[in-house]
């Protein structure tokens, strides 16, 4: 079975620092599929990025960058010079490629609050 | 384009009642899913569908029921409310394919209280 950990629960930080919000996913497919959505207070869910386990390559889109690597199973997300509209709670979710060969279903982490103060 | 519309928005049941969430799309997106949201247990899926006419269970099934008539529309039933169903739910689609570019839209949820 799929399995998705955030093991920070809620982060704080101060504007203009760095933060980097961990991922760490489970599962027995070779093909799989690894999200990353946010959730502003306003409650809506937003997709940020998705990775291909066949792409390994890391992302860079502006302030956000995210690091895939497949040895330690890991799909983690760093916020560079972090902002108060970063504020919100942030899922990693994962979806295995199954009989489609395409991601048709996630399983979400638990989420990590971000706070981020002047 | 309007993305993905759920209905109503806020919803209050009493124990045993029936209702029918609407969720629709008009990005023509073959995937759909209804997921339920509880506070410290993240998202968790009920049912999604790969096409008109074909759905599956998810992680939490129980309780409900959903049919996919058409691709735009992928309505979820409460066949007979319980307080453990209250949550807010959300519902997404996504076009198939292995591009970086594809990601689930969400509808703006549903929260449901069940008395």
């Known amino acids: 079975a799929q399995k998705v950990t955030q093991a920070q629960t809620e982060i704080s930080v101060v504007e203009k620092e760095d933060v980097t919000l961990d991922c760490v996913y489970e599962?027995?497919?070779?093909?799989?599929?690894l999200f990353w959505y946010k959730q502003p207070p306003s409650g809506e869910l937003v997709f940020l990025i998705r990775?291909?386990?066949?792409?390994?390559q890391n992302e860079i889109s502006g302030r956000y960058s995210w690091n895939f690597q497949k040895s330690t199973s890991s799909f983690n997300f760093t916020i560079t010079a972090s902002q108060v509209v970063d504020s919100a709670v942030y899922f990693c979710?994962?979806?295995?490629?199954?009989?489609?060969?395409?991601?048709?279903?996630?399983?979400f982490g638990t989420g990590t609050r971000l706070q981020v103060t002047l | 384009n309007a993305g993905v519309t759920q209905t109503p928005k806020f919803q209050v049941l009493k124990t045993g009642q029936s209702m029918t969430l609407q969720c629709a799309q008009d990005?023509?997106?073959?995937?759909m899913s209804w997921y339920r949201q509880d506070p410290g247990m993240g998202l968790r899926l009920i049912h999604y569908?790969?096409?008109?006419?074909?759905?599956d269970q998810g992680e939490v099934p129980n309780g409900y029921n959903v049919s996919r008539s058409t691709t735009e529309d992928f309505p979820l039933r409460l066949l007979s409310a319980a307080p453990s169903q209250t949550s807010v739910y959300f519902c997404?689609?996504?076009?198939?394919?292995?591009?970086?570019?594809?990601?689930?839209?969400f509808g703006s949820g549903t929260r449901l209280t069940v008395v």
């Open positions: 979710a994962l979806s295995e490629g199954g009989n489609t060969g395409t991601a048709s279903k996630l399983t």
């Open positions: 599962t027995r497919d070779t093909t799989y599929y």
């Open positions: 990775r291909n386990s066949f792409d390994e």
């Open positions: 990005m023509n997106h073959e995937y």
């Open positions: 569908s790969v096409g008109a006419g074909i759905t």
């Open positions: 997404a689609s996504m076009r198939p394919g292995r591009s970086s570019n594809y990601g689930y839209t």
